[in-house]
Nanobody
């Protein structure tokens, strides 16, 4: 079973960039499809990005397409979310998640992900 720990969140201004990290332990990131979700106060958890277990394919929510990039470093057993041109509406707690290889790697449903990190807060001021 994999354990996930996010880091890299913080307070930034609109237009700035941040890179979130998700360090995995217990299993390798190539053993799972990996995803990023976010949850703002009073809202449901929403899909942000996903990367297939093989690393060859990615999927993004329309709201972040062209601004965010998901990637992974197998050597560091870490998945990243590079976030550029941040908007105040990107403010949320960001979660890293893992789903089994046999599941739909591009799934946007939180229920299809089995393992979650504790989250990291991202706040974007206007």
């Amino acid at each position: 079973q994999v354990q996930l720990v996010e880091s890299g969140g913080g307070l930034v201004q609109a237009g700035d960039s941040l890179r979130l990290s998700c360090a995995a332990s217990g299993r390798t990131v190539s053993s799972y499809n990996m995803g990023w979700f976010r949850q703002a106060p009073g809202k449901e958890r929403e899909f942000v990005a996903a990367i297939r277990w093989s690393g060859g394919s990615t999927n993004y929510a329309d709201s972040v397409k062209g601004r965010f990039t998901i990637s992974r470093d197998k050597g560091k057993n870490t998945v990243y979310l590079q976030m550029n041109t941040l908007y105040p509406e990107d403010t949320a707690v960001y979660y890293c998640a893992a789903s089994p290889i046999g599941s739909r790697w591009q799934s946007v449903r939180p229920s299809e992900y089995d393992h979650w990190g504790q989250g990291t807060q991202v706040t974007v001021s206007s």
